[in-house]
């Protein structure tokens, strides 16, 4: 599956049907797996020779979906978990101990700073927050002897910020710690983050990948080229784990240590799997991401391009705009285009901005983002509102901001919608 062209990939990596098997991938709907004596079952605990025994540690749709995910990222391994904060959460766990530090981008978005700057720091772990935009020198100085990771997202949710991969990566490697980058708004489609250095990647599937808006769901792979053993900031992967009877995950597993470990140690403890029916239908969603994202990127550009020529828009923020500040970060990581996700500013303030969403016809206000049909929200009265001013100014979501999520309708009907609502605003 490995040569086929990504299109191909996104319809039939992962599931391969054997003689008279369904053609279409099935839901394993099982919790748990049965056995005709009990050594066969005590060898899959051992973990010898694959195998399925509980479905919260893992379960055959499951992996299937988290397969065609590996595959589309490139990657060597991949899993699913029931949500993109669990992605989040697990991806940093997995290397991060109690007493660990991360350095991470602050231009991300807002439930992922809540979980790292609030649940996180109560769990022992310590984050330095860094502009994407920081030069290699000021990002260098973040590290501390026990940073041990650096977490980024590649196109930031709502701002819209294109990360510099290859400067974050070699900072990343510099410090012998791997750069952990979030590709949700470009998806594998746009961009590829281990072809410039990522070492894993990380999704909130309830967005593109889904694209319907049906289902909760997230996704970590692994690229497979970071070395744990290169140091010792690593020994839960590189030294016996006590609670797997001794087993190291880097000598018994090698390049798939660290999905094994997420799997058999954090999905065993702290269980967030998804539902196979939910990744059955993440997978339809996933045969027509090819299709999906060129359209959100063509409807995208045309609504930014008709806002920068209005008179009552007072900026507007989409990389594929020459005008933009990462057009050029774009064009070299996301060619063939970036997201469907635009925002803008009202003139008018905060008032404006509340009074054309609710002018809305076509579009929806919802809490959701990047789905196939337009929808439409204010960060700074919802998402964001945990945040003071100053923080939602550098996470990039001032006041008078909205973000507004193309759909893949006929563009003319979407710029009619927005149309009327701005004159009314
Ligand atoms: C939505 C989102 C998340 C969180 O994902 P859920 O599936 O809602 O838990 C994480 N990162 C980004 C970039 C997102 O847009």
Request: with cysteine; hydrophobic share 40%; net charge negative.
């Amino acid at each position: 599956m490995q040569n086929y062209h990504i299109n191909t990939k996104c319809l039939q990596a992962g599931y391969t049907p054997k003689n008279g098997e369904p053609r279409v991938m099935p839901i394993t709907q099982s919790t748990t797996f049965k056995f005709g004596d009990s050594e066969s079952m005590a060898n899959v605990f051992d973990l010898k020779g694959g195998g399925y025994f509980y479905t919260r540690v893992s379960n055959p749709t499951n992996d299937l979906v988290a397969a065609k995910i590996a595959v589309l990222e490139g990657g060597v391994a991949g899993v699913l978990t029931a949500s993109g904060q669990a992605a989040s959460l697990y991806s940093v766990l997995n290397i991060a101990p109690a007493g660990s530090h991360i350095v991470c981008s602050s231009a991300i978005y807002g439930g992922t700073y809540n979980l790292f700057n609030f649940t996180m720091r109560q769990m022992g772990l310590d984050f330095t927050f860094i502009s994407p935009d920081a030069p290699p020198e000021e990002l260098v100085a973040a590290f501390k002897p026990n940073t041990k990771a650096v977490f980024a997202e590649t196109l930031s949710n709502p701002s819209l910020a294109v990360l510099d991969i290859e400067k974050f990566a070699e900072a990343a490697h510099k410090n012998g710690v791997p750069l952990i980058v979030d590709n949700t708004f470009p998806t594998p489609v746009n961009c590829r983050p281990f072809e410039s250095g990522a070492d894993i990647v990380i999704h909130s599937t309830s967005k593109y990948m889904d694209g319907h808006a049906t289902s909760i769901g997230g996704a970590i792979v692994d690229s497979g080229n970071f070395d744990w053993a290169q140091n010792d900031k690593f020994p839960g992967l590189t030294q016996p784990d006590p609670s797997y009877h001794g087993l190291s995950y880097a000598e018994s597993f090698g390049k798939g240590a660290y999905i094994t470990k997420a799997v058999v140690h954090l999905m065993r403890d702290l269980g967030a799997i998804p539902a196979p029916q939910n990744s059955f239908l993440l997978n339809l969603g996933l045969e027509t991401l090819f299709l999906r994202m060129p359209r959100h990127c063509e409807n995208a550009l045309a609504l930014a391009e008709y806002l920068e020529n209005h008179p009552k828009v007072s900026c507007v923020n989409y990389p594929g705009l020459k005008s933009n500040k990462y057009y050029g970060l774009a064009q070299k990581y996301m060619p063939n285009g970036a997201c469907g996700v635009v925002s803008f500013g009202i003139k008018g303030g905060k008032e404006a901005a509340v009074r054309f969403m609710d002018n809305l016809k076509l579009a929806a206000i919802v809490t959701h983002v990047a789905d196939c049909r337009t929808c439409v929200l204010h960060p700074a009265s919802t998402t964001h509102r945990q945040l003071t001013d100053e923080q939602q100014t550098e996470a990039g979501v001032p006041g008078d901001m909205i973000r507004f999520s193309v759909g893949i309708e006929y563009i003319g009907d979407i710029i009619d919608d927005v149309e009327q609502a701005l004159v009314n605003a």
